[in-house]
């Protein structure tokens, strides 16, 4: 999202203040800050420095984060430096322009026996190169990939065919070794270059994968040892030896002699053969990979290989003699258990992981793992002697949160619905904060800050939650999604919590962690979901609420068709008095755009008479019925289709469970 933040004034059309970020220029889900990540994808340990130094590739936020100890962050510490961005709190790609000073999509990160700092920019399809960025600037003073330019960004200088020497294609990953040469994974052109002297000269000295050719990028069908295809984790160990991640050849390949061959010497991952290229091989075992992302290697001899699709890191004891593993991270230990972790109902813990992408190991010979799925870095301290749970974590307030960015009492991710409650002085403001299934109150709505942090947060146990509850953990406490908020002349709140098929009422003064007082569209319980009865007791994936002056509510049952009104529910109950859209309680679906018929309600009001609109979302127009509301009531008239009631329009049918967001918040 991009927003003018042109100084506001008053009486004109541009938004005074913000709520959910910190100024009018953000905009990623959530807050972007010193701590929380965006599906990183790369981790570097600084070893020039005691303690030693750790950066983050923050992939989806392009930028790089550094923390000043790798040794000894705490959980959920925040970063010291940024690279790619002007501050902690931006996230766009390549902001300001194509520069020395911006990044897009960085997936690699390396730091030679310097300091020096290297970032694989991958959509700018070049490789930058920062001087000791903790003690002198962020801004690059070298480029790989684009011909010396720091303003181009194209794949293969802008060609995206034929590669050359001195070009780069959507490169991924870096290593270093101790005499200062940088190795880059050309992920787009399928090889991986060796640079000898990167501080004096961007050309390359060999290539791996390409037959050492460096104008030919194809990933050949013909397996074998001088093939690769799709490279990503590279390493160094202290021996020399070269280790590369073959992404879509589902293996590891072990160079003995690097600076003079090209052709690798050990395969990991297809028993042995170089001339297999099968997901897991022979099944999910200890000798098995499944588009391995990283590799590397501690300063001990042991290897680490990230095996992303089975959601583990594999550990091969010193001396590598063997290609059979003898641990795993990940699994819960487990070395034949794998790629079912993908699913969003794997929740996170200490002992999984979900999509991790990358390895470091630091002077404590503790296991770093970026966990790209759960948006957070493991510490696994001393894995080969104290197991394979996790320690620590960045990235996320705790084990079991894995929210893109951070969640807090500032945050939002993707909002629906907002209402003010006039009830009292100042007034406040409530926020459907739907992807986070949870509502937020601020208590003054007049004199907020862009920024500000909320004073009450309703459907999750703190600030920092955000997940839907099980189906057994549904409670008067437990939101799932909720899309519409609104207040009545007493401040009593209403929450339409679309996924688990009801509206709570919440009785004034609302508090933090607040029980709802009353329960629509369940029958009574608080502790069901489910629409399968259409009646004047249930609700079908209600999208909005209303309320009018002399307490009536009104709520938009979006996948029923219709919306529903509650005559003084708080005094007679909450069983629905008038039906708008159907023939009567017991009929639903979305037949025709008639004058009594609504086809997916998604948003209502009504107006100081008790008029009620109605937004037709799949019928594409609005309607206004009159009051006295009735049942099968005709609409005095309609916004949109040319101001006919029994116009056509190009309908499509509308599900509110396919028509919000399904990847991330997943039930608990």
Known sequence: MFVSAVQALPGDTIADRALGQISFVQGQP??????????????????????NRMYIADTQNSRVLGWSNAVSFYSGSSANLVIGQPDFYSSSANNGGTSAKSLNYPTGVAVDSKGDLYIADTLNSRVLEYDSPFTTDVTADRVFGQSGSFTHGGCNLGTTSKPT???????????????????????????????????????????????????????????????????????????????LADY?????????????????????????SFSSNACNNKGISANSLCLPMDVTVDPAGYLYVVDEYNCRVLEFDSPLTSTTANRSLGQNGSLTSGDMCLSYYNPPTAANLRQPVAAAVDESGSLNVIDSGYNRLLKYDHPLATGTIANQVLGQPDFIKDRSNRVDQISLNEPQGVAIDASTTPNRVYVADTSDSRVLGWNNAASFKSGAPADIVIGQPDFNSYLCPAPNMITAKTLCYPTGVAVDRAGNLYVADQRDDRVLEYKA????????????????????????????????????VAVDSAGNVYIADHDAGRVLKYNVPLTTGTTADVVIGQPGFNASGCSGTGVTTTCTPQGIAVDSKGNLYVADLAANRVLEFDAPLRTNGAAKRVFGQRGSLSRRSAMRPVS???????LGNRRG
């Open 30 to 51: 959530n807050l972007v800050d010193a701590r929380g990540l965006f599906q990183p994808q790369s981790i570097a340990i600084d070893r020039s420095v005691t303690p």
């Open 165 to 243: 020497a001195a070009t780069l294609c959507d490169p991924s990953r870096l290593a270093t070794d101790p005499a200062g040469r940088l190795y880059i994974a050309d992920a787009g052109n399928n090889r991986v270059l060796e640079y000898g002297s990167p501080m004096t000269s961007a050309t390359p000295n060999r290539v791996f994968g390409q037959n050492d050719s460096f104008v030919s990028r194809g990933c050949s069908n013909a397996i074998s040892a001088t093939t690769i295809c799709k490279p990503v984790g590279v390493a160094i160990d202290s021996g020399g030896r070269l280790y």
């Open 248 to 272: 879509y050849h589902n293996r590891v390949l072990r160079y003995d002699t690097p600076l003079t061959d090209s052709t690798a010497d050990q395969v990991y991952g297809q028993l042995g």
């Open 509 to 544: 003064p609302v508090t933090s962690g607040a029980a709802a007082h009353l329960v629509f569209g369940q029958g009574g319980s608080f502790t069901t979901s489910g629409c399968a009865s259409i009646s004047a007791n249930s609700l079908c994936n209600p999208s909005a």
């Open 656 to 662: 509110a469970r396919h028509a919000l967001p399904t």
